[in-house]
């Protein structure tokens, strides 16, 4: 399993283990600490907004990056029906209403998408929703000011393959860029390159 607390996280392999990490964070941080169930597979995560349990609009994104206390680094956006089936399920038992973070793992060998934990707000990597397609702030704060949602708006369709990375600014772009830089380490000249930065 993993325990977390304090902002640090660290992950155990038996019950030994877990009552040596977890004493040290009671002692370091005090209580309580937040026991998970380990799931080997890759982390997704879905920001949405929601009303009464619609779901009016998702992003998904596999991250590909976090931090050592497992804060999320960088992103890239995924067209996965799944994660926006699970999702809508999930707020609709919940009858939802505004933005949510919904964080799951892909487990490696049944590919079954296990709910690991659920934030009351808009991701981190919430520019790179707007970039794909999903404005999601400017649609929340529509529907407050006009005290209605406009389900005509409603969708879920964005764009896949925009990496996001945390750094002193959003550099956000096409996966393919990503991809030549890591596999020839550099970048061919010619097209000029589609990367929106915005100081941060």
Known sequence: ??????????????????????????????GPLVLRECVEGEDYQVGALAHEGTLLAAVGVRVLTRGSNGSTWAVV??????????????????????????????????????LMGASPRFPIWVGAARAAGQNLPAMA????????????????????????????????????????????GRLARGEPLAVEGRRG
């Open 1 to 30: 399993c993993s325990a977390r607390r304090g902002g640090e996280i660290a992950k155990v392999f038996s019950a030994g283990d877990a009552r040596v990490v977890g004493g040290r964070f009671l002692q370091w941080w005090g």
């Open 77 to 114: 956006t995924v067209a996965d029906a799944d994660l926006v089936a699970c999702t809508r399920v999930i707020l609709g038992h919940v009858r939802w209403t505004g933005p949510v973070l919904l964080e799951f793992v892909k487990e490696t060998w049944s590919r079954r998408v296990w």
């Open 141 to 184: 704060v529509e529907a407050t000011l006009k005290g209605r949602v406009n389900r005509a708006r409603q969708s879920t369709a964005y764009e896949a393959g925009l990496v996001w990375a945390m750094t002193s600014r959003d550099e956000i772009s096409d996966v393919a860029v990503l991809a030549e830089l890591g596999n020839t």
